[in-house]
């Protein structure tokens, strides 16, 4: 019988020393969980350090070899650094303009990466019409040029 007490207050003390140990383990998580529970992640706006990646990004598309100049040519990196810029900004602005402070962001950041990229292509788009204009003779100079080719035509006849 005295062994049963002895295996009984082993018991007993054992319990006691780990409930204090479960109740503050316990405390902590409730801690935590409650911690998490105020946790608000926000997406937008995005930090300047991101605003600058996306413009870098813009640049190395605009004047590199990829998909895009293959259709509408490249850009020096110069002109494509403004123009990244440019495109950045007003995408940020439109996107700001719209944001909601009970919004999560999401929404908004699709909006952002969805302006940039209509206005990349309006950019490059606009490019590459101007240039084909420059390249193309005008309309006087077709006429003009029709005219010599006629009368030095008929002159050598």
């Not at 020393?17 to 902590?28: D, F, G, I, K, R």
């Not at 413009?55 to 990196?77: D, M, W």
């Amino acid at each position: 019988m005295a062994e049963t007490e002895s295996t009984t207050t082993a018991q007993d003390s054992a319990t006691a020393e780990t409930e204090p140990h479960q109740t503050q383990a316990q405390s902590q998580i409730d801690e935590t969980a409650a911690k998490l529970n105020n946790l608000t992640l926000r997406i937008w706006p995005p930090t300047q350090r991101s605003r600058d990646a996306v413009i870098n990004r813009l640049v190395e598309t605009l004047s590199s070899q990829s998909v895009l100049s293959k259709r509408y040519g490249t850009i020096p990196e110069d002109e494509a650094a403004s123009l990244a810029k440019s495109i950045e900004e007003e995408a940020f602005s439109v996107a700001g303009a719209a944001f909601s402070p009970d919004d999560d962001g999401i929404e908004i950041l699709q909006m952002y990466s969805k302006e940039i990229s209509k206005r990349m292509l309006d950019t490059v788009k606009s490019r590459a019409a101007t240039a084909a204009a420059a390249d193309a003779p005008s309309a006087t100079e077709a006429a003009n040029g029709e005219e010599v080719s006629s009368s030095s035509v008929k002159a050598e006849a």
